[in-house]
């Protein structure tokens, strides 16, 4: 059975207790904010401090046998080029047997000085965990929530959530009531799984939204003239 996406966020100055880390092992991979934004103080300390103390709270929570991993995002110092720090996400360590002791000493050395790309590294987290649709899955943001690169965060983890399900609903429905109807399935979260099921359901073409828009034409192109010979030869 398919297992939805799970996304939690460590707001700064709580402990927070995730009793749902009891449950079984899992795959998690941590997404920690050490954009700029973490320097200014939350009451008598840093945004940075309260979430490195934090760490260990959730540390403690996840059960032996989980893979997780680590990536951390606006580590870089901000250069000429602002938008740059907008693509500072680093996949420090990916999701596997989970190493409590290095996972808190690498987020104890980290420094707050890029941009926040907060939705960007989102968008990467999705895109991390293996494709096995009956693994549980669950991403742990820490963070104060201050985005500053110009994505919607909160679009995003509603993009993940839905892990392409309504559109392969949508996909088999369409199908059912014209079946000759070439259908190509667009999405910012392209999976092996996804690009399985949508083949399996009858789509044309897997295509992912950061194509560029050329490549999306010639594609979009080749759909409708192969439609044009199928009804030319009915």
């Keep these: 059975m398919k297992k939805e996406l799970r996304i939690f966020m460590v707001i700064l100055g ?10 079984a092992a899992q795959e998690i991979e941590i997404v920690f904010d050490a954009s700029r934004s973490m320097n200014e103080l939350a009451g008598n300390q840093s945004k940075l401090d309260a979430a490195k103390k934090s760490i260990a709270t959730v540390a403690d929570q996840i059960v032996p046998g989980s893979k997780v991993g680590l990536r951390v995002f606006g580590t870089a110092q901000v250069k000429e080029n602002v938008r740059e720090s907008c693509f500072d996400s680093k996949l420090l360590m990916p ?12 987020v104890m050395g980290f420094q707050a000085l890029g941009q926040t790309p907060l939705g960007y590294s989102l968008e990467l987290a ?6 096995a649709p009956e693994i549980q899955k669950t991403i742990i943001l820490i963070s104060d929530g201050e985005e500053s690169c110009g994505k919607n965060p909160v679009a995003v983890v509603k993009n993940l959530q839905i892990a392409g399900e309504e559109g ?4 088999k429905a369409m199908l059912t009531k014209q ?13 092996p799984e996804l690009e399985k099921q949508a083949y399996e359901a009858g789509a044309v073409d897997v295509i992912h939204k950061n194509i560029g828009f050329d490549v999306l034409l010639g594609k979009i192109h080749r759909i409708l003239a192969a439609r ?4 030319g030869e009915a």
């Design 179 to 191: 079946h000759n109807l070439p259908v190509a399935v667009f999405s910012a979260y392209v999976t």
């Design 14 to 23: 709580s402990v927070w207790i995730f009793p749902v880390f009891a449950q």
């Design 95 to 106: 999701i596997a047997g989970y190493d409590k002791a290095t996972l808190i000493m690498d």
């Design 126 to 131: 999705g895109k991390d965990f293996t494709p």
């Design 228 to 231: 044009h010979r199928l009804l």
């Design 168 to 171: 392969l609903s949508l996909l």
